[in-house]
């Protein structure tokens, strides 16, 4: 995969991982922005309108016997913007696989808010973002 997280500081107690489902049969790359499907259940986000929950602490190999998986869940990380740019300061939301694009108001009601931007970004740049859960 591509355009995966990576950690600029984790807050809190070491990022505040939490615990989630995830499918044995599933490889899901360290960094990957997750997203909710089910009770407690979660995988790899690919779009907009995804429930964003944290992101991957770890490496999941499929087929590895493990359906476990620890989110990161406060800190500040390093992720990609889509195609359109992102203010310094605005609440950012999922839009693509390991994307990131200016959310709204809505989105934080429907947790669909991935975190603050800390940086203004052109499109496609990589800026740092204030994550939250």
């Known amino acids: 995969m591509a355009n995966e997280a990576v950690i600029i500081e984790l807050l809190g107690n070491g990022g505040d991982p939490i615990r989630y489902t995830v499918a044995d049969g599933t490889d899901i790359p360290k960094g990957s922005l997750m997203q909710l499907t089910g009770d407690r259940t979660i995988t790899i986000s690919a779009g907009g309108s995804n429930k964003f929950v944290g992101i991957a602490a770890a490496e999941k190999v499929a087929n590895d016997g493990s359906t476990n998986l620890a989110v990161y869940t406060n800190g500040i990380f390093d992720l990609k913007c889509t195609a359109a740019s992102i ?18 108001d809505a989105d934080y009601e429907t947790g669909r808010t991935v975190g603050q931007a800390l940086e203004t970004a052109s499109a496609s740049e990589v800026i740092a973002v204030r994550v939250l859960v």
């Open 87 to 104: 203010t310094l300061g605005i609440r950012t939301r999922i839009n693509g696989i390991n994307l990131i694009e200016t959310g709204v």
